[in-house]
């Protein structure tokens, strides 16, 4: 038996392209699986909790179960209108899952997993309360940039801990916010390093997914605060002034979801969760690998729990080749601008599963989109398939199926790479597997002219098109996880019931099939339309961002002028004490030495930057981080979220301008 999950989508917002890498791609593995004859379990649901939810639905004046409401009933139509199917979606805000959730935060407790601890936290003495994560704004302690109370959202994307805030700030008030004493409760994250250790040596998935793991189990792993102050959440066993972080409860959602589930499937979910009985494979998006292959899997093993087998992660998303933002504009909003254009849902699945392999990032642009349709599922797939059935049914209805031999060897070779692509969750492979049968088939029926042969030999003309017919036949099947609407109608033209049908059937071949009346099975996009998506697109662009600056907040030259950029050259540098990142520098500038504190210290050594030579911003505003001054801002490319510092490419005097 499989477990199949994915990430559960946050209700706070709408769907948009970003989501389905993760979504679609599961429904193409659960489907091939089954194929298969493989015995799964498909489960996701929203994730109903956190303060961005709180935030937001005060901002709309709602209570944030309404909120929940209204984006838990708009995933659910999304899934549904792209055929992607599960066999339960709930939400975390139920009361089972609240349920589950306590009873697995118990045994922690009781174990000793978690333990309370007292630590400053954010307060507001004007909104008088202790400030939840995503109502505190101040500067990273390791980069230096503006960042929420739990994420350097703007800077280097690091995860903050509650308290490590520097010269916060009530969101929702502006006041500067005070550091008061109060209890919390932390996992115990440090003790399950061996563990973790062992544990991701033998977990299976995506190279993206464990490469990231092993790194981040070699460093250190540090205790996680398990518990913020909201009202809105799963309330935390024996001090319900307090909820449970959202990524604690969060991934409980897959045990929750699946105990629904085997209620509706009348099955045992301790068979899967308690027992180990199957294995459970998650999809997820690689931005929240963290989460499942080190965080997840400690929760689990201290309230022992069976443990995930595999972990799929997908690449990143970018639209029209700029990086994904719905505030520049680089987004493509599912219900809006796709459904309600009324393109086929199967153009966007076969898009999102073949552009690329699945760990890689993708792409998403108009007019790849437009061209892969036309040339690829229409100019070979859906040609092959219309040619062959309007051939048989109009000149046989029912067809004889003597098959060649080679036609089947075929065949039979697609099945094969598709069952091995998927084994590996090569998704792109498995589809050019079932498009290279159809670039066959074409070839095959374009070479032996069966229009031309029935004039003088109908009986070969049949033999000729009962191969052919086999070859469809079989596309319907290997082809129906990506393209499920298509291939229902394909396939009830030529006799399969997608129902009862498996991938090893598609080599079992019947002494006659009847062929019904066949549509087109797929339509052109044209001009027009493309023309009305990309200005759409293009809008939204303007509108957001652009190449990342509003076009109304062009500079000019004297405003770059206003920049007193220099070459520096560093005299002395170390590691701030008490922080990871951090670096204190003596730098030369031409005219004086400035102290300058950057967030460089995980990528360079302090003696090796000593002499080097960086490029420095000179007249911004003085800042303090972890208490020390910094005069100037070091310049560096973001790569990966890693710092690349900027170099003049010969040596140059200290204090030489940048222009």
């Not at 995506?206 to 909201?230: K, P, S």
Request: charged share 30%.
């Amino acid at each position: 038996m499989k477990l199949v999950t994915c990430g559960l989508p946050y209700a706070n917002g709408k769907a948009h392209i970003g989501h389905l890498r993760t979504y679609i791609p599961a429904d193409v593995y659960v489907r091939y699986l089954r194929l298969k004859g493989e015995d799964v379990i498909f489960v996701c649901g929203s994730d109903s909790h956190g303060t961005p939810i709180v935030v937001n639905a005060e901002q709309q004046g709602l209570e944030p179960k309404d909120l929940v409401d209204i984006y838990h009933e708009h995933f659910q139509k999304i899934f549904k209108e792209l055929d992607i199917e599960f066999d339960y979606y709930g939400r975390t805000d139920s009361e089972y899952h609240h349920e589950r959730t306590r009873e697995i935060v118990q045994r922690l407790l009781d174990s000793g997993y978690i333990y309370p601890k007292e630590i400053e936290l954010a307060y507001c003495p004007k909104c008088e309360r202790f400030l939840p994560d995503r109502y505190v704004e101040g500067t990273c302690p390791y980069c230096g940039a503006i960042a929420r109370g739990d994420e350097c959202d703007q800077g280097c994307g690091k995860h903050l801990e509650p308290g490590e805030i520097l010269e916060p700030r009530c969101k929702i008030c502006g006041t500067p916010a005070e550091f008061r004493k109060q209890k919390h409760y932390y996992f115990r994250l440090s003790s399950f390093k061996n563990f973790l250790d062992g544990y991701i040596s033998r977990l299976k998935g995506t190279e993206n997914a464990l490469n990231y793991a092993r790194e981040w189990v070699r460093g250190e792993l540090r205790d996680w605060c398990i518990t913020r102050n909201l009202e809105w959440g799963v309330k935390f066993p024996g001090d319900e002034e307090l909820v449970v972080y959202v990524w604690v409860d969060a991934p409980i959602g897959y045990i929750s979801f699946t105990e629904k589930a085997c209620e509706r499937l009348g099955r045992n979910w301790e068979d899967i969760w308690i027992e180990g009985r199957a294995e459970i494979v998650h999809f997820i998006g690689l931005d929240i690998v963290y989460h499942h292959c080190i965080f997840w899997p400690a929760m689990l093993k201290g309230a022992d729990y069976a443990l995930p087998d595999a972990v799929v992660a997908s690449g990143m998303v970018k639209v029209e080749g700029r990086k994904f933002s719905k505030s520049r504009g680089y987004v493509v909003w599912v219900e809006e601008d796709y459904l309600r254009s009324g393109l086929n849902p199967d153009y966007l699945r076969y898009y999102l599963v073949n552009y690329t392999s699945h760990q890689r990032d993708l792409n998403f642009s108009w007019h790849v989109f437009r061209d892969k349709v036309n040339n690829e599922l229409i100019a070979t797939l859906g040609n092959f398939i219309y040619r062959v059935m309007h051939f048989a049914w109009k000149n046989f209805g029912r067809v004889r199926m003597d098959v060649d031999e080679d036609v089947l060897e075929r065949i039979r070779k697609a099945k094969e790479t598709i069952e091995d692509a998927i084994a590996r969750w090569e998704f792109k492979e498995a589809s050019d597997a079932f498009m290279e049968l159809a670039g066959f088939g074409n070839t095959f029926f374009q070479s032996l002219k069966p229009w031309e042969v029935i004039k003088s030999n109908r009986d070969e003309a049949e033999r000729i098109i009962a191969s052919a017919l086999a070859v469809v036949r079989a596309l319907s099947v290997l082809a129906y996880p990506v393209l499920p609407r298509s291939m229902r109608a394909v396939a009830d033209t030529v006799g399969i019931d997608l129902e009862n049908a498996t991938l090893e059937a598609v080599l079992q071949i019947p002494d006659y099939v009847e062929v019904g009346k066949p549509d087109v099975p797929f339509e052109r996009i044209d001009d027009e339309k493309m023309e009305e998506l990309e200005g759409i697109m293009m809008e939204r662009i303007k509108d957001g961002a652009g190449e990342g600056i509003k076009m109304s907040e062009r500079i000019g030259i004297e405003d770059f002028q206003k920049l007193d950029i220099r070459i520096g050259k560093v005299l002395k540098a170390e590691k701030v004490k008490g922080s990871k990142k951090l670096m204190k520098l003596e730098i030369d500038i031409g005219n004086e030495i400035r102290q300058v504190v950057a967030g460089i210290a995980e990528e360079y050594e302090a003696e090796h930057l000593v002499g080097q030579h960086v490029v420095v911003l000179a007249n911004i505003r003085p800042a303090k981080l972890m208490g020390i001054e910094s005069d100037g801002m070091i310049l560096a490319a973001d790569v990966g979220g890693k710092p690349v510092l900027l170099k003049p490419e010969r040596d140059v005097e200290p204090g030489v301008r940048v222009r």
